[in-house]
């Protein structure tokens, strides 16, 4: 025990108490202390103490044994025996007095375990010491590595919008002081969105990997890389006008013509670049992003590799931008509008089925026809509640039909964003029961890639559908990535073959064969057949005698408005089918 550990025991003491200090050689041997410790302990307590609590602690250790050193602070009412004043410190009162052998072993004891104390809290210090700096060094690898996260792609590794704008405010910052250009290109790859509904997300994420990879390959490291979010990546190029981005670019463009092998698959993906140039085009980041992407829109638009922006491409922009706040409006408003498609039977004179198919009567653009807004509908977004609404719209209007005794089955186009929703098949449910919809009376068309994007998903989707007596038809059958090792388990009702094989069977043989065949093994399977794209008596004819078993196209009805529809049922139902009409 050192003198400032004693000097410490004293100076914590409150001022009326009375620290007992034995004169035992041996004891003061154990706890560690010189053999003649006094003025090491005089000077420790005299650096530590206030002078009016001055204590000090004389050189008694040699005294005769029988003797306790009893030290006080001033202001005691002990009486003295005997007081001594040190020349350092004369307001110190030291006091001898006579204490039995019990006394003794008792204040030995005492100051064992109050040393004992002292060396436990300050193992419990040194060990909040070094837990607090492991902690700290915790803390600060975490902060990094979330710095880190905030400002990168999970998946590429690559840069994110977050770390791209803060790189290219800096480098705008320098471009200014120097005089120098700096050019954005942004990049959508082609062709991506196939692999991902055909293969699923797991072979499309490595799709993105492997992209990334390359292109990381083909940029300086100066330069930046990000992922702006799906299948768009975007390069910061520092001082560089559009003729070198130009030539970056063509590097970009030759880093994807080799295909991926990925999962046992051969993949080629392309892409379609813009380019904008900092200060010419924007002096700042959103802007030369947005007109990046307007080149890089109609580059794709008109089968080009890349477009350098200039401003003649901004009417695109605001034309895109425009159609699209119409269309959200419309969809909010229930400003669309459904036509219906006839589906008839081939053989006897069973009530026809119905294809819902959307339509926008625009008040200044005329009617907008699906080829020109659903492309805006799935990139924006919208195509989930456009999705809602004409299941509503169409299931509501089912039921109306039944309730006048036009018993009619309806089919409705369902997208692959709102098949992947958690609460998909409780909302198809909870509508159908809304408008007290009979048994069997939907059909849910879905696409080939929609199910081999996850195929033991859809095929726990698809038995649910079925529990709902719902049917399911696979659209546009033929065109995809189909295995039909999948197809014959999944609860499906109904092919569509494409209208490209249909219209294309009398002048192709494959295509020919390529009906015949699916008609057959859909049969074999169980399944009804729809035959689309049927616009003459030769196309109907020919499909009879494969024996398809329903026909729809411009040569039994267009799609019609729901008025026009319902006197086409109600004539049906009295007089029958007239073709051609």
């Known amino acids: ?65 029988d003797n306790h050193l009893l030290v006080i602070r001033k202001g005691s009412t002990l009486q003295w025996q005997e007081q001594a004043s040190l020349p350092s410190a004369p307001a110190t009162e030291i006091v001898q007095q006579q204490r039995h052998a019990l006394q003794q072993s008792s204040l030995a004891l005492l100051l064992q375990q109050m040393h004992g104390r002292y060396e436990e809290l300050q193992q419990q210090r040194d060990a909040m010491i ?22 990168h792609d999970t998946l590429t590794g690559l840069a994110n919008r977050t770390l791209l704008a803060e790189r290219a405010a800096h480098a705008f910052q320098i471009a200014r002081r120097q005089a120098f250009n700096c050019c954005l290109i942004v990049m959508d790859l082609s062709r991506f969105k196939q692999v991902n509904d055909a293969l699923g997300q797991l072979v499309g994420d490595l799709l993105l990997q492997a992209v990334a990879s390359r292109l990381k390959q083909s940029v300086r490291t100066s330069d930046t890389l990000a992922r702006l979010g799906g299948d768009e990546f975007a390069v910061l190029l520092l001082n560089n006008t559009t003729e070198q981005a ?58 080009l590799d890349k477009m350098i922006y200039h401003a003649q491409l901004d009417g695109h922009s605001l034309e895109r931008l425009s159609l699209y706040n119409d269309l959200k409006h419309a969809i909010a408003t229930g400003a669309m509008e459904l036509y219906y498609q006839p589906q008839v039977l081939t053989a006897g004179d069973g009530m026809p089925s119905l294809e819902a198919l959307i339509r926008w009567p625009h008040p200044e653009r005329g009617m907008v026809f699906p080829d020109r807004f659903i492309p805006l509908a799935e990139d924006s977004g919208l ?53 007290q919809l009979p048994d069997n009376a939907l059909a849910l068309e879905i696409t080939e890639s929609m199910i081999m994007a996850d195929p033991h998903q859809a095929s726990k989707v698809l038995l649910e559908i079925d529990e709902m007596k719902v049917d399911v038809s696979i659209d546009d059958f ?84 729901v008025d026009y529809i319902t006197d086409w049922l109600e004539t049906f139902a009295r007089d029958g089918l007239k073709l051609g009409e």
């Open 1 to 65: 025990m050192t003198s400032e550990h004693i000097a410490d025991l004293c100076v914590q003491e409150q001022p009326q108490s009375i620290i007992v200090y034995h004169k035992i050689l041996h004891l003061a041997l154990a706890l560690g202390m010189p053999e003649h410790p006094a003025e090491l302990l005089a000077a420790a307590v005299a650096g530590r103490c206030h002078q009016d609590q001055m204590i000090q602690l004389h050189c008694l250790l040699e005294s005769e044994q």
């Open 130 to 151: 070094h837990e607090t700096e492991r902690l700290s060094v915790k803390l600060n690898h975490n902060h990094r590595e979330l710095k880190h996260q905030s400002m």
């Open 246 to 303: 130009a030539i970056v670019a063509d590097k970009l463009l030759h880093a994807l013509i080799c295909p991926f092998e990925l999962q046992g698959h051969v993949l080629s993906v392309g892409m379609s670049i813009g380019i904008a140039e900092f200060p010419t085009h924007g002096e700042d980041m959103p802007v030369l992003i947005q007109r990046a992407d307007v080149a890089m829109h109609h580059a794709k638009d008109n089968k």
């Open 383 to 435: 195509i989930i509640p456009m999705t809602w609404w004409v299941l509503e719209t169409a299931v509501a209007q089912c039921a109306a039909w039944h309730r006048a005794g036009l018993p009619v089955k309806v089919s409705v186009n369902f997208s692959a964003n709102c098949l992947q929703e958690i609460d998909m098949v409780q909302r198809v449910s909870d509508c159908i029961q809304r408008h």
């Open 478 to 561: 033929g065109t995809g990535h189909s295995s039909l090792a999948y197809l014959k388990h999944l609860l499906v009702d109904e092919l569509k073959i494409d209208r490209s094989f249909v219209m294309g069977m009398h002048d192709h043989k494959n295509d020919e064969v390529i009906v015949r065949t699916v008609i057959s093994m859909a049969h074999n399977m169980g399944l009804r057949v729809v035959a689309e794209g049927v616009e003459t008596r030769r196309d109907w004819d020919a499909l009879a005698a494969m024996d398809c078993d329903r026909i729809q196209g411009y040569f039994i009805c267009r799609p019609q408005p």
